[in-house]
C-alpha cells in the first residue's frame, strides 16, 4: 500500500494548501518579486540578443543565452558525479522486487527518504568539492562563482537549476492535469474485448496531442480499467495506454509533450510538429496493430470462460460526468501554459507575464475544480492523491540528482561527433528514455544548431524533427522517461492490476517498441 493519502470524500482538504499559496504569490507580487523576476528574464534575452548578433556562432546555453563553457567561464563535474543519479534509477528498477524491502518500498514516504538521501549526496559533492562556476538559469541566466570553503552559492544555484526552473513548472502542470481530469468521469463498462481497448488507444493517442499526455492519460486510464475489471489478463493493455496515450500520442503540438513546448518556447512554430504527422500515424498505428492481435490471438484466448460471460452480461453504456466545470478548466490550464511564459510576450501585447504566474493560475484552476466539481464523481473515481505524490516524491531527486548528468551533456554535447539524422534520433531517446525527456530535448536541440528565428534550413528541420521523434517516442522505454508512465502504473496497482516490474516494463519496451521505432526511423528520420 502507498501511503494514505486524502480520501475521494476529502478531496477538498488541499483547498487551503491552494488558497495559502495563491495568496502567497499575491503578497510576493505585492512587493515586485515575481515583474523583478521577469525583468531580469527580459533584460538578459535582450543582452543575449544584442550579442548574438554581434557574434552569431557562440554556443548557447540549454535556456538560449551564451554560454561561458569553453572560455574560462563553467565546467562539467567529473562523471563520478552520476553514480547518485545511476543509484537512483537503480533503486526504481530493485528495490520493488527485493524481499523484505519492497513492502517498505510501496510508501512514499520511503521513496522520499531514498531520494532525498541521494539528493542529498549530489548536493554534497557541489557543496565541498566543485570548484568551478555553474550555470544558474532561474530567472534569468547568470555565472555562479564558488565561494572558499563550503560553496553555498553553488547549492543554491544547482537547487535553483533543478526545483525552480525545472521541478515547479513540471510537478504543477502535472499536478493541475491530474486533480482536473480526476474531477471527469467517464462511467460505463464495455465488453473488453480487443477491439474496445484498441478504440481507447487510438482515442487516447488522439487526445494527447491536443490536451497533453497527463491529461489524456488520466482522462482514459480510470474507464479503460473499468471496462477491464471483470479480466485477468490487463497488464499488457496499461503498457500498451502508456505507450500510446503517454508517450508517443503527444506529437503533433507543443502542448503534447513537455519537451515540444520547450522548443516552441525556444522558437520552433507552433503549429511546425504538424509536419510530423506521418511519424505519428506510422507508428501509432503501428503499435495499434501489434495491440490488437496480442489482445486477440494471445491475451483474449486466455481469459477464462466464466470471466467473459459476466464481462459480457456486466456491460453498461458509456456516460459522461464532471464535464462542467472540469472541461473549461481544462481548456484553461491549455491556455495558461500556452500564453503564461514569462520569457515569451501574451500574443498581441508586449507584455511579459511575471515569474511563476502560470503556474498560480493553475493552482487557482485546481481550486475552482476542487471547490466547484463533484466529490461524488471522484469519489466514484476512486480518486486519491497518491499517484501524482509518488511522482512528486521520486522525481524530486530525480531533478537533483540528474543536474550533474545534465551539465556533462551540455559542456560535451558538441562533441559527440552527432551528425546525421539517425545519431540525433537515437541519441536523444536513449538519453530520453532515463534522463526527464525536457532537458534532454533541449541539451540535443543546441548541439544540433538548430535556430528556428532565422528559419529552419532543410537540414535543421531534418535534425529538430529527429531529436522531437527522439524525446517524445523513446520516453516510453522506461517508466520513468516521461511523468504521465508512473502516474498510469501508480493507478493500475491501485485498482488491482499487476503492473511490470521497471524490468519487466523494459523486457515489453525493448521487444516492441525499437522495432517500431527502429522501422519509423528507416523510413522517416
Not at 495559502?20 to 523576476?37: C, D, E, I, N, S
Not at 558525479?81 to 533503486?91: E, G, K, N, S
Not at 466539481?373 to 492523491?385: A, E, M, P
Request: net charge negative.
Amino acid at each position: 500500500m502507498h501511503d494514505a493519502p486524502p480520501s475521494a470524500s476529502s478531496s477538498r482538504l488541499p483547498l487551503w494548501g491552494l488558497a495559502a499559496a495563491v495568496a502567497a504569490y499575491l503578497v510576493m507580487a505585492v512587493f515586485g518579486l515575481p515583474q523583478h523576476g521577469r525583468d531580469l528574464l527580459v533584460r538578459s534575452q535582450a543582452a543575449h540578443a544584442a550579442g548574438h548578433a554581434d557574434h552569431p556562432a557562440d554556443d548557447k546555453n540549454q535556456h538560449g543565452e551564451a554560454s561561458d563553457a569553453g572560455h574560462g567561464g563553467t565546467a562539467a563535474p567529473p562523471p563520478a558525479t552520476v553514480i547518485p543519479f545511476a543509484l537512483l534509477l537503480a533503486a526504481i528498477a530493485i528495490l520493488p522486487l527485493t524481499p523484505g524491502i519492497s513492502h517498505w518500498w510501496e510508501h512514499n514516504s520511503s521513496k522520499l527518504l531514498v531520494a532525498g538521501l541521494l539528493a542529498a549526496v549530489t548536493l554534497g559533492y557541489y557543496l565541498a568539492f566543485h570548484r568551478q562556476p555553474v550555470d544558474l538559469h532561474f530567472p534569468a541566466h547568470a555565472v555562479v562563482e564558488p565561494a572558499a570553503g563550503l560553496s553555498w552559492p553553488t547549492v543554491g544555484a544547482v537547487l535553483a537549476n533543478a526545483l525552480l526552473s525545472e521541478y515547479v513548472p513540471f510537478i504543477t502542470l502535472l499536478f493541475a492535469l491530474y486533480v482536473i481530469t480526476g474531477g471527469v468521469r467517464i462511467e460505463g463498462d464495455l465488453e473488453a474485448t480487443p477491439t474496445t481497448n484498441a478504440a481507447f488507444l487510438a482515442v487516447g493517442a488522439l487526445l494527447a496531442s491536443f490536451i497533453g499526455t497527463t491529461g489524456a492519460a488520466m482522462l482514459l486510464v480510470r474507464p479503460l480499467l473499468e471496462t477491464n475489471r471483470e479480466r485477468r489478463h490487463v497488464a499488457h493493455t496499461l503498457v500498451f495506454f502508456i505507450f500510446m496515450v503517454c508517450n508517443c500520442g503527444g506529437l503533433l503540438l507543443p502542448i503534447g509533450d513537455p519537451p515540444l513546448f520547450l522548443g516552441y518556447l525556444q522558437g520552433v512554430d507552433f503549429l511546425w510538429t504538424l509536419s510530423l504527422w506521418n511519424e505519428w500515424l506510422f507508428t501509432n498505428a503501428t503499435l495499434l496493430a501489434i495491440y490488437w492481435i496480442w489482445d486477440t490471438f494471445v491475451a483474449h484466448p486466455r481469459e477464462t470462460r466464466a470471466d467473459l460471460v459476466r464481462d459480457r452480461v456486466l456491460t453498461r453504456s458509456l456516460r459522461f460526468g464532471g464535464l462542467w466545470p472540469n472541461l473549461p478548466l481544462m481548456a484553461g490550464v491549455i491556455a495558461a501554459v500556452a500564453l503564461l511564459d514569462p520569457s515569451k510576450p501574451v500574443p498581441g501585447t508586449s507584455w511579459h507575464p511575471w515569474v511563476y504566474l502560470r503556474e498560480a493560475v493553475l493552482l487557482g484552476l485546481v481550486g475552482l475544480s476542487l471547490l466547484l466539481g463533484s466529490d461524488g464523481i471522484r469519489r466514484k473515481n476512486g480518486f486519491t492523491y497518491a499517484a501524482i505524490l509518488e511522482v512528486a516524491a521520486l522525481f524530486i531527486g530525480i531533478f537533483i540528482c540528474m543536474q550533474p548528468a545534465l551539465a556533462l551533456l551540455h559542456v560535451h554535447g558538441d562533441s559527440l561527433g552527432l551528425t546525421s539524422p539517425q545519431a540525433y534520433f537515437w541519441s536523444t531517446g536513449a538519453l530520453s528514455a532515463v534522463l526527464d525527456n525536457a532537458p534532454t530535448y533541449l541539451v540535443f536541440f543546441e548541439a544540433a544548431g538548430i535556430e528556428p528565428a532565422d528559419g529552419l534550413t532543410s537540414e535543421e528541420a531534418r535534425l529538430l524533427a529527429a531529436v522531437s521523434l527522439g524525446a517524445v517516442f523513446l520516453g516510453a522505454m522506461t517508466y520513468i522517461g516521461n511523468g504521465p508512465n508512473f502516474m498510469v502504473k501508480a493507478i493500475a496497482e491501485q485498482s488491482g492490476v499487476r503492473m511490470p516490474s521497471f524490468f519487466g516494463y523494459i523486457m515489453y519496451s525493448m521487444g516492441v517498441l525499437l522495432p517500431v521505432f527502429a522501422l519509423m526511423a528507416w523510413l522517416f528520420v
